[in-house]
């Protein structure tokens, strides 16, 4: 069922309406000021900038979790991988100024909690924070397009990087600080992809990482792996060609997905008390367009009434990977295989209240779960590539 008032407080601790999270939670002041100091005007990149740099093991991830019953990855449990097959960190894999290394899988992340934790299953010991390696390959270049203030100039680097064998696959794990939705109107998010997809030569990229589930059948840690992606852009980028466009790749290889389910116990009780069950793994084929993941410039999500008019594009709406499938595209015959595996952070949000106040319930949920719900899908990509031949 939607999220609602009672949904947060049953699962975080508090009213999101009646007693917001203090200012001390937020990374984003104006975000900080709508919220507890009722201001009216955010940004919309402000909203999407909140999620990409909340970080649960940070300042403001403490403050969060002070006040709320949320849990930290302090509280991971290992995950019992079947014998042999547990990922391997690599050393250290160079100092990032010049090309990424060789490998047959790209597995490409965003937001700050996305690479904790992902970075705690595929990379074991090697923080995506911490200890990743800074990749500044060619940024003078593409950051001549970005805006002033987008992560990546404040960073001054495009992402950060680490290796891991998993089975027989040599994998890079990066995470992006190259993001569509901050970057700016040249879209330089596309020259980044393009360029550490030339640079690795992979036979499989997955983009991953949180996203909102769209309808009433997903659950906070459910997972849609999907060959397919589309763009709604009905906002910045409305005038693009590519604006309603949609993308496909060949099929997920489902063989171990059982397995991955399995895995998932190890830390399932970290997900919100009111599931119903335990997690899912949504498998999309390439014609099921109306269960893709769907790529806005803007920061939507799913509400019972149907606000944003995203129910029947597709199973999760997030704000980046459709630029994959562009690249794709636009590679032709020299493009990889590709999927995007994206966990449920935030379900349906109930319509109550303004919008302002649904955004907050979604951007709070995100903040107490979206970390414990990207284990699944750093699962699933592990998954995904053991089952690769």
């Not at 900038?49 to 006040?67: L, P, Q, V, W």
């Not at 097959?85 to 160079?94: D, E, V």
């Not at 270049?141 to 998993?166: D, H, Q, V, Y």
Request: glycine share 8%; net charge positive.
């Amino acid at each position: 069922m939607p999220a609602d008032r009672k949904w947060v407080e049953k699962n975080l601790g508090f009213d999101p309406i009646d007693t917001p999270p203090p200012g001390e939670t937020f990374v984003v002041k104006s975000v900080a000021n709508a919220a507890v100091k009722k201001t009216a005007k955010v940004a919309p990149e402000d909203f999407q900038r909140e999620i990409i740099d909340f970080d649960s093991e940070g300042t403001e991830g403490r403050e969060f979790m002070a006040f709320s019953t949320s849990t930290g990855l302090s509280r991971f449990t290992d995950i019992p991988w079947p014998k042999g097959l547990a990922p391997k960190t690599g050393p250290k894999p160079g100092n990032g100024k010049g090309p990424l290394p060789r490998a047959d899988v790209l597995v490409v992340t965003w937001t700050v909690d996305e690479g904790h934790a992902t970075s705690r299953v595929l990379t074991t010991g090697k923080d995506s924070r911490n200890d990743y390696v800074p990749y500044t390959h060619n940024y003078a270049t593409i950051s001549k397009k970005m805006r002033n203030g987008c992560p990546a100039k404040e960073l001054k680097r495009l992402g950060a990087f680490w290796t891991t064998m998993i089975g027989k696959k040599k994998v890079v794990v990066f995470k992006s600080d190259s993001h569509m939705s901050q970057d700016g109107p040249q879209l330089p998010n596309i020259d980044v992809w393009r360029q550490i997809i030339t640079e690795v030569k992979p036979t499989l990229v997955i983009t991953t990482g949180t996203a909102g589930g769209i309808g009433k059948q997903v659950e906070v840690g459910d997972v849609v792996v999907s060959p397919i992606v589309r763009f709604d852009c009905l906002s910045k980028f409305k005038k693009q060609p590519f604006a309603l466009a949609h993308y496909s790749s060949k099929p997920a290889k489902t063989t171990k997905f059982a397995a991955a389910k399995t895995l998932f116990k190890a830390n399932s009780g970290q997900l919100p008390k009111t599931n119903t069950r335990p997690p899912k793994i949504f498998v999309v084929k390439p014609s099921q367009l109306s269960s893709s993941v769907v790529t806005t410039d803007f920061f939507g999500f799913d509400t019972s009434d149907n606000h944003f008019k995203l129910q029947g594009l597709g199973d999760v709406s997030e704000m980046g990977d459709a630029i994959l499938g562009l690249v794709a595209k636009d590679m032709g015959a020299k493009a990889p295989r590709w999927l995007a595996i994206r966990n449920v952070s935030d379900p349906q949000i109930k319509a109550e209240g303004t919008l302002k106040q649904q955004e907050q319930a979604a951007a709070v949920i995100y903040k107490g779960f979206g970390r414990w719900s990207t284990v699944c899908s750093a699962i699933t990509c592990w998954a995904s590539i053991v089952a690769e031949p």
